[in-house]
T-cell receptor, first 114, second 118 residues
């Protein structure tokens, strides 16, 4: 049981390049989330998904797109990277039980855009 | 609007001291959940506790304890007899109640960096 995994762990992009971050979970969770963490700002929600085939915008969605084609995977895409997207990206998942439960976080992806 | 404030940006203590991390929240809802997460230097986020708004009992887990006071909208975290391994960034987070079909978006505070010196 690997929990939540993220690929890649590190990446350096040039401005204007594109990339996709992959999040995978093996806990059969319905809910999945993408956050970014910047110094002094905590974690901020980018996009989230309540189930396969559904996605929604979070607090800071601009410049990102997401897809949830399979229940276990949640992809975060940057179509044209900008230096402002330099950050650490965390994926999380949560079971869809009644009430609110802890989110299980992946190890993070450190992205630098030059 | 929901908001979580962790006014202490950094705290430095010497090992074996007790330390309290403050968390103040704002929400319109009467039903909500509060969390604490730990982020050690390795970078992963470790879940510590979840508390719902109807349960105001304080909780103790080993050297950790949490004080939830709805009257002051605070959910403070105390580490007793701190150890070097407690050095980390600690985040407080808030989520409004789950309404069937909606998701549980966490609002994080900006975190408190705790440095425990040997």
């Amino acid at each position: 049981n690997a929990g939540v995994t993220q690929t890649p762990k590190f990446r350096v992009l040039k401005t204007g390049q594109s990339m996709t971050l992959l999040c995978a979970q093996d806990m059969n969770h319905e809910y999945m989330y993408w956050y970014r963490q910047d110094p002094g700002m905590g974690l901020r929600l980018i996009h989230y998904s309540v189930g396969e085939g559904t996605t929604a915008k979070g607090e800071v969605p601009d410049g990102y797109n997401v897809s949830r084609l399979k229940k276990q995977n949640f992809l975060l895409g940057l179509e044209s990277a900008a230096p402002s997207q330099t950050s650490v990206y965390f994926c999380a998942s949560e079971p869809s039980l009644a009430g609110v439960h802890e989110q299980y976080f992946g190890p993070g992806t450190r992205l630098t855009v030059t | 609007a929901q908001k979580v404030t962790q006014a202490q940006t950094e705290i430095s203590v010497v090992e074996k001291e007790d330390v309290t991390l403050d968390c103040v929240y704002e929400t319109r809802d009467t039903t909500y959940y509060l969390f604490w997460y730990k982020q050690p230097p390795s970078g992963e986020l470790v879940f510590l506790i979840r508390r719902n708004s109807f349960d105001e009992q304080n909780e103790i887990s080993g050297r950790y304890s949490w004080n939830f006071q709805k009257s002051t909208s605070s959910f403070n975290f105390t580490i007793t007899a701190s150890q070097v391994v407690d050095s980390a960034v600690y985040f407080c987070a808030l989520s409004e109640a789950w309404y069937g079909g909606a998701t549980n978006k966490l609002i994080f505070g900006t975190g408190t960096l705790l440095a425990v010196q040997p």
